[in-house]
């Protein structure tokens, strides 16, 4: 007997919306509406503003709804193409919302950056504007998606369908690409960054060349570097090196004071006559970039085009016989510190007293943690590499972004009203600089306090501070924010590091440069490059893989 409640089978196989139609109105919606950052970009480029330049700018949008479609022809499939769309809806959701917002492009770099973010960083950046957006762009009709009921078809009827719309949607796009070559080549070629807006594919294509990057270098474990390394013998009754390393975070070198800016965000470091190299660039525009980077021997060049990793500053300096401590306040050593003594900045130092509560909030602390417990930490170091002498890194939390207001403590913020929001563009420019360099007068504050602390080891050690920040970052300036844009195309601003030198005394030594000579050349032109060779020199470590010429303190230390 029929079962009227029910309609029959060769009915239920001809219900609902083919999933190739699916993948076709996917394509279409990316293509316009999460696609937003780019058209915007697009509009104000000077050739768009001419029916021929309108015309690029729809055709391109085809090109993308074509490409999109042909990539989801693939899995048009009644069991599939509803998850794979709901992946691709809500890859370009949450990328049309960080791009559009923050400035930043999505490459392989950011996507690195994406898949190192910790619990800490993940909560800065949600707000309300997040939500709203994921929410129009993806959730709605995502929402709608759901709900529609999917076409049953024979298997051979599907995969017919499927291959004839993918080589449809292919041979469009090939069409309007040879038919607009000539805009197209001259627009990704004068503008490099657009190729990067290109939404959600910017993010699977970044994922495709990060897969590759890895697969191209070798496994294993790194390759061992400093071999030879071995301790520069030191003059009868000097005492062993203490070099302090503070690896500072998201700091510009044209918003420090010492270099000149017209705040006082630097006044401390000022006092105690810190040497400041005013011109120094980055090796990368992230921290999972420069970070590695800086701590290479092999430089920006030889790091970027590696097919082996290698040890580090940090494995070379302990294989010479020194004390190694690397302390972190921030998302991790990027696995810099693997092979070394290590900690994080809210797990108390043994023996020491409980982190007030006013540092460490959550798992999350101000800077001013890195140096508590100091003394019980460097005491639990083994006795007989101390006395060959220290390199102690501190990794700060810095101006990290884009919670700016949370980088420093209530009563030490100069700068007033400050933007206390992640969501930057809602902020007044100027309540934005000011939470921004707020960061950088409590660094500064950080800093005069390491001064003191590194001054009551002079009994036993001969003590010095290195500073550098990783990158820079953009406030706003073209509409860019935060950090992370490719090398070729980012601003000044996320190139141009701050890097800072103090030491007890100012006359030269084997180790230690001559203050006068330090800043008669304090403009020189350096970059990350130099401080695996620079740290090297200042701890007096001798190994084949130091390179003097790129020292930057070689001349002004004591022949």
């Not at 316009?32 to 780019?38: D, E, K, Y």
């Not at 899995?75 to 400035?103: E, N, Q």
């Not at 100012?506 to 032109?525: E, F, V």
Request: proline share 7%; glycine share 6%.
């Amino acid at each position: 007997m029929t079962n009227r409640l029910r309609p029959p089978h060769h009915e239920l196989r001809g219900a609902g919306r083919n999933p190739l139609t699916l993948a076709l109105w996917a394509g279409l919606w990316i293509a316009v509406l999460p696609n937003w950052p780019l058209w915007q970009a697009m509009a104000a480029l000077p050739e768009i503003g001419t029916p021929r330049g309108v015309l690029f700018c729809v055709a391109f949008g085809a090109m993308i709804a074509s490409l999109t479609t042909a990539l989801l022809a693939v899995v048009a499939w009644r069991w599939s193409i509803k998850p794979a769309i709901t992946l691709v809806v809500l890859a370009a959701a949450f990328g049309a919302h960080f791009m559009g917002s923050y400035g930043v492009v999505i490459d392989a770099t950011m996507m690195t950056n994406v898949m190192q973010t910790d619990p800490r960083e993940v909560r800065d950046l949600l707000n309300l504007r997040l939500a709203t957006t994921v929410g129009i762009l993806g959730l709605l009709p995502l929402a709608l998606l759901w709900r529609s009921p999917v076409q049953r078809l024979r298997l051979g009827a599907q995969l017919g369908r499927n291959l004839l719309g993918a080589v449809a949607a292919l041979l469009v796009l090939v069409a309007l690409v040879y038919a607009l070559f000539a805009d197209l080549s001259a627009t990704m070629r004068e503008h490099t960054s657009m190729r990067y807006l290109i939404n959600p594919l910017n993010s699977f294509y970044a994922l495709a060349d990060l897969a590759v990057q890895s697969r191209a270098r070798h496994s294993g474990p790194p390759q061992a570097i400093g071999l030879d390394a071995r301790i520069a013998p030191r003059a009868p009754g000097t005492r062993a090196p203490l070099l302090m390393l503070v690896v500072g975070e998201t700091a510009r070198a044209d918003h420090f004071s010492i270099n000149g800016y017209g705040r006082p965000t630097t006044p401390q470091v000022e006092l105690l006559h810190f040497t400041s190299f005013s011109n120094v660039s980055s090796c990368g525009t992230s921290t999972a970039t420069s970070l590695p980077c800086m701590f290479s021997a092999l430089g920006k060049a030889g790091f970027e085009s590696r097919d082996h990793d290698h040890e580090n500053l940090l494995d070379l300096v302990q294989r010479s016989g020194m004390a190694v401590l690397w302390l972190d306040n921030q998302a991790g050593c990027k696995s810099l510190c693997e092979r070394v003594p290590n900690a994080y900045a809210h797990t108390p130092a043994a023996g020491a007293q409980p982190l007030p509560a006013t540092l460490c909030a959550d798992d999350e602390c101000l800077d001013e943690a890195l140096l508590s417990g100091l003394d019980e930490r460097l005491a639990a170091l083994p006795a007989e590499r101390r006395e060959r002498g220290v390199l102690l890194v501190l990794h700060q939390m810095g101006s990290h972004g884009p919670a700016y207001y949370k980088r420093s403590p209530p009563e030490r913020k100069p700068f007033v009203p400050e933007c206390r929001t992640n969501a930057l563009q809602q902020c007044d420019r100027q309540a934005l600089v000011n939470a921004y360099d707020n960061s950088l007068a409590y660094t500064d504050a950080v800093l005069a306090q390491s001064v003191q602390w590194l001054n009551r080891q002079r009994a036993s050690h001969d003590p010095a501070l290195l500073y550098v920040s990783d990158h820079g970052e953009s406030l706003g300036e073209n509409n860019i924010y935060l950090h992370g844009l490719p090398y070729a195309v980012a601003p000044r601003e996320q190139k141009h590091v701050p890097m800072l030198w103090w030491q007890p005394g100012t006359a030269a030594t084997a180790t230690r440069p001559a203050t006068a000579c330090l800043k008669a050349s304090a403009g020189q032109a350096l970059t990350h490059d130099n401080l695996f060779h620079t740290v090297l020199g200042a701890l007096g470590v001798q190994a084949s893989e130091y390179k003097p010429a790129l020292d930057a303190f070689a001349a002004c230390r004591q022949r």
